[in-house]
């Protein structure tokens, strides 16, 4: 099954989510949860701008902090993964409002009654 996207925005040089992204990444967060009721993957990667302070370990905080809003609002897989990067600009400049400044959410749904056993194996039993 294709994946979902969403990304959450910070303030330069912050890792505190906001309380309008926040409340953003509830409504997608409830709207995988109501549309899909197998979570395969998870992926975050937080991203910072190299002009922003320390922004390796800034790329990993603001990952850190969405995946424990995601698990507030009951987002996890089978299959999790985190990412810190810094954020290299495309070249020629995008013409999109792109920024460094941000954590990449791929949503990656299971398959219904596990019908594909290769990319969604029926879970383990905790």
């Known amino acids: 099954?294709?994946?979902?996207?969403?990304?959450?925005r910070f303030s330069k040089d912050s890792s505190d989510l906001s309380i309008a992204e926040l409340a953003k990444l509830s409504v997608w967060s409830t709207d995988m949860r109501n549309r899909f009721s197998i979570i395969d993957a998870v992926s975050i990667v937080g991203l910072a701008?190299?002009?922003e302070q320390d922004p390796k370990a800034l790329a990993q905080r603001r990952a850190a902090n969405v995946k424990a809003a995601l698990d507030q609002f009951s987002i996890y897989g089978e299959r999790n993964s985190i990412i810190a990067r810094i954020y290299k600009l495309p070249f020629p400049a995008s013409e999109f409002d792109d920024t460094g400044r941000r954590v990449e959410i791929t949503f990656g749904p299971g398959c219904p009654d596990h019908c594909c056993p290769n990319l969604n194996p029926i879970p383990k039993t905790h």
């Open 1 to 8: 099954m294709p994946g979902w996207d969403f990304d959450v």
């Open 49 to 51: 701008e190299s002009t």
